[in-house]
């Protein structure tokens, strides 16, 4: 009983419902991946029109992250939170039972309208329980459950396929949705009582964000280092599946592998955060993402490591300092914090859809493409911190 009630005060159960919600988008995406060259020919459609499973999702995501926040302010956390799970799980049963492409297309339209609600309202949920130090500690171990999440899913997507069918993988969705749309109901409203914002204060929320400069700068500074991060996880299919000559299953040990780097960063993070600041440790991060993003420009390295080392590096160093860099975001407003919450998770997405999109053209070595993309986009990130760092307001 005694280990029991440890393990309860560590790690009380609204960490792990808000680890779930966070995994709502890798569980959407990275599962489904293996599948995508099998739904080419299930539901007879080109190569483009399948990759657009991928765009519409992350279009309907990304819009609708900017109204979750501000709705989560005025009602409450838990409404638009519910509403969401709800799109989502239906959403699931769409593409569980498509027949087409343009079917399936719209119900990962949807499922991206529902993973929102969940991204939006988890960090603004983080913020009312906790904050500070306590705060930061809860973001590492959300973000500890959550990276299992992108390591797990596409091995498991593999093996469905090849024990099942595809069909099975949103199947298994379905029945996660439905476990947090019960863990959700469950949850105490975490807004305090206060008089709600008028919906013209709502609408306007977005644009005090964008006028508060420290928040927005430092939110633009971090959302680059996304850049090779989604790339990759947009282009890996692909690359591994082939270019390489990889079957579904090797490909999922492959992300898979790739994915232990976010479970392994944020555990490194939080024992070297005990004698340095974030401040002091986010430049150390982005250097070495320049640094693997360099090695992904080296031609002679032999199938797969060219790929498969440098991007482990790289991921790692971005997983370092994410969940205290989403802290330290955050602590930059005072108020409008689902908004707050809803913009940078916006950004993050908006700007890693853009690279999916640059890395599916039909470059001749797309390893260097992505390296060039991380070079680009890291080193705009170490110039910008240089002008932002000063002005931050640091965690107390």
């Not at 508060?212 to 990759?232: D, E, G, I, K, M």
């Amino acid at each position: 009983m005694g280990m029991v009630h440890e393990i309860r005060e560590r790690f009380p159960p609204i960490i792990f419902l808000l680890a779930l919600l966070s995994a709502f988008p890798p569980l959407a995406t990275d599962m489904y991946l293996p599948a995508l060259p099998l739904l080419q020919h299930e539901l007879q459609a080109q190569a483009s029109t399948i990759n657009l499973t991928l765009v519409a999702f992350f279009m309907a995501y990304c819009g609708c992250l900017l109204i979750y926040g501000p709705l989560s302010d005025r009602y409450g956390r838990k409404p638009p939170l519910l509403v969401g799970v709800t799109m989502f799980i239906l959403a699931c049963l769409v593409c569980a039972f498509s027949s087409s492409a343009p079917v399936m297309i719209f119900g990962r339209f949807l499922q991206g309208a529902g993973a929102a609600a969940a991204s939006a309202i988890v960090f603004a949920i983080s913020k009312d329980r906790f904050s500070g130090q306590q705060r930061q500690r809860v973001f590492i171990h959300i973000g500890v459950i959550v990276a299992t999440a992108p390591m797990v899913a596409p091995i498991a997507g593999g093996w469905i396929i090849k024990l099942l069918t595809w069909r099975w993988i949103f199947i298994l969705q379905t029945l996660l949705g439905a476990i947090a749309f019960a863990g959700v109901l469950a949850m105490r409203e975490s807004l305090r009582p206060r008089t709600p914002p008028s919906l013209r204060e709502v609408a306007f929320s977005y644009l005090r964000l964008m006028g508060n400069r420290r928040y927005f700068s430092l939110l633009l500074t971090v959302s680059l280092t996304c850049v090779p991060v989604f790339a990759f996880i947009g282009g890996s299919s692909e690359i591994y599946i082939t270019r390489f000559g990889y079957n579904e299953q090797q490909f999922g040990y492959f992300f898979g592998f790739n994915a232990l780097a976010f479970v392994l960063a944020p555990l490194a993070f939080a024992r070297v955060n005990r004698r340095y600041s974030i401040t002091r440790l986010m430049p150390w991060a982005f250097g070495g993402m320049l640094l693997a993003s360099l090695l992904l420009l080296n031609p002679w390295l032999p199938i797969p490591w060219r790929l498969t080392l440098p991007m482990f590096a790289l991921t790692f160093c971005f997983s370092f300092c994410r969940p205290a860099g989403n802290n330290l975001i955050l602590e930059q407003v005072d108020r409008d914090t689902g908004a707050a919450s809803s913009l940078m998770v916006f950004f993050y997405f908006f700007i890693g859809a853009l690279a999916m999109w640059f890395l599916s053209f039909a470059w001749e070595d797309k390893v260097v493409v992505l390296g060039w993309m991380g070079v680009g986009s890291v080193t705009s990130t170490l110039l910008l911190w240089q002008a932002v760092k000063r002005r931050i307001r640091t965690l107390p």
